[in-house]
């Protein structure tokens, strides 16, 4: 990279329904949070990138209204469409530019306001799909979930084992949602059929949340903070519409996979890299996440959570902080976990840390994952 | 002072209600009004062969422009990609309501098409539904020219 740009102050909410929260609250909240992490005030900042869905939010133009929340009176401010975490590759863009230092990234979605899955289903294509009325995120997730399961002879059991090792994950995390520190493959597989093969417990929980990070340049960054947490790499891909692309596996993640790690001299991620932090929205994409990260082979993802390599104590522990299944506030999420795998590389995962020097974390936007981004943080 | 417990806040329904109209396009226009007599048209690429259903008229792989003369018939018989049983529904309202009887749903390629079909599957049991079976196509009694013409897919008779 041209130059070098780090993470130096990051906030996120408690992910669920807070009725005496606005929006407005919450994105004050995350966004003063995040600025009193990294010891900075809203003057040091250059420019201002929020992250959420007009329809999701039930506004058009949506940031007009959060936009003061957020600190960005008669500042640079920018919206960015969809998740946080191409918020923050945007913000990253515009510190390299050259004509900004320090970059606020704010992201929230409250699905207690309107069901995102109806949401979803506005995705479609209007001429066509969405007549017909029946598809949406999850009952595409479950075409994809099929397909890919018996491609590959993934069964049932093996999908829920990674519902198993999130929802206890997420028991660790103060922030997340859906925390469930006893549950079983039983309790997953019994959970409340949307759409076989999705149940209630392998599909993401419907959240409340918002989340920031402070970026600067690396002048900044050593005068703001003696922790730096680097962004070594990063890459960003968009697949084709849901009827012209591959369901059963991930290819806009793995280019975006293969150009981070490209831009950070990764090779061999499995052994370069401590942790990572993924957006599931489904048990069964973890799975196909693996795959396309190159962690496995195709249709391998299966003997990693069967053998625990994905597990807090694994060889390659994905999600110890719980995950999207954890807690989903949709446009949140991915960034999220760029906080999460931030924490890991500070140390500040309280309950779930790993010795961490480099860490994956990956957003993702649109039915069945369409577009994907991946940043390699590293501590030096 | 109160517990946090007792405290409930007003809610206020905040309705976003807009009615759009789009043009389908010529393509789509010839596809919609193909269905009345029963007939079901792709577009395939000149430049690297992929064709799609419904018809579009740019290829997003190559990037290249399609037109009329790139239509091509295909037979509403197809196979079944993948498969899944709704047992909800969304009310649009934004509740999801259970159904009283679950309702399966395919992923098709049809013959001679590259791009995926998602229809609901009917004259079909959830348990019977297997990947790779063949499918076609069920019409309405009398089709119109309108996207409902098509009801649903079923299992192919062999
Ligand atoms: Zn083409």
């Known amino acids: ?380 | 002072m109160s517990s946090q417990s007792e405290i409930v806040l007003t809610k206020v329904p905040v309705p976003l209600v807009a009615g759009f109209q789009w043009s389908v396009g010529e393509l789509m226009e010839k596809f919609i009004k193909a269905l009345a007599d029963r007939k079901i048209w792709g577009v395939k690429c000149p430049e690297c062969g992929y064709v799609y259903v419904p018809p579009r008229w740019r290829c997003g792989k190559c990037y290249a422009k399609l037109g009329e003369e790139n239509l091509t018939e295909l037979s509403g018989k197809g196979i079944l990609l993948s498969y899944a049983t709704a047992y909800v529904e969304l009310d649009g309202a934004g509740s999801f309501k259970d159904l009283s009887e679950p309702k399966p749903i395919g992923a098709i390629k049809l013959e001679g098409a590259d791009s995926t079909l998602f229809m609901p599957l009917g004259e079909v049991k959830p348990e019977e539904l297997k990947e790779g079976m063949k499918v076609e196509v069920v019409w309405r009694e009398e089709p119109k020219g309108e996207l409902a013409d098509i009801k649903y897919f079923k299992p192919a008779k062999r």
């Open chain 1, 1 to 380: 990279m041209a130059g070098r740009v780090a993470i130096v102050g990051y906030a996120q909410s408690h992910h669920q329904h807070d009725i005496q929260m606005t929006r407005e609250d919450m994105v004050f909240e995350v966004a003063k949070g995040a600025l009193r992490n990294a010891g900075i005030s809203r003057e040091d900042v250059d420019t201002v990138i929020t992250a959420s869905t007009d329809f999701l939010d039930g506004r058009t133009i949506s940031n007009l209204y959060t936009s003061m929340a957020v600190g960005a009176y008669l500042k640079d401010e920018s919206k960015v469409e969809e998740d946080g975490a191409f918020a923050a590759y945007y913000a990253l863009m515009r510190i390299l530019s050259g004509v900004h230092d320090i970059a606020l990234v704010e992201a929230h979605t409250q699905g207690s306001v309107v069901n995102p899955h109806l949401v979803s289903s506005y995705t479609l294509d209007p001429l066509f799909e969405r007549q017909y009325g029946f598809l949406n995120d999850i009952s595409a997730a479950a075409l994809q979930a099929r397909m890919y399961m018996n491609k590959y002879g993934v069964s049932e059991e093996q999908v829920a084992m990674v519902a198993v090792k999130n929802l206890m994950n997420a028991a660790d995390n103060l922030n997340a949602h859906r925390k469930m520190p006893d549950v079983t493959v039983e309790e997953v597989l019994n959970s409340k059929l949307y759409y076989d093969p999705i149940r209630e417990l392998t599909m993401s929980p419907v959240s409340d949340g918002a989340c920031a990070i402070v970026l600067a340049s690396e002048e900044k960054a050593k005068e703001i903070t003696d922790i730096p947490v680097w962004i070594e790499g990063v890459g960003s891909c968009q697949d084709g519409y849901l009827r012209d692309r591959s369901l059963y596996k991930l290819d806009s993640l793995q280019k975006a996979a293969q150009d981070a790690y490209g831009m950070a001299g990764v090779s061999n991620p499995f052994a370069q890299i401590d942790v990572f932090e993924v957006s599931e929205k489904y048990a069964h994409e973890e799975l196909m996440i693996y795959e396309a990260l190159g962690l496995c082979r195709e249709g391998k993802g299966k003997t990693l959570i069967e053998k625990g390599m994905t597990g807090k104590d694994g060889e390659i522990p994905v999600n110890p902080s719980g995950g999207a299944l954890g807690a989903d506030p949709i446009c949140a999420t991915g960034l999220i976990r760029v906080v999460e795998a931030a924490k890991q590389i500070r140390g500040e995962a309280n309950g779930y840390q790993i010795p961490a020097y480099r860490a994956l974390a990956h957003g993702q936007f649109g039915i069945c994952a369409q577009k994907n981004v991946v940043f390699i943080l590293g501590s030096e």
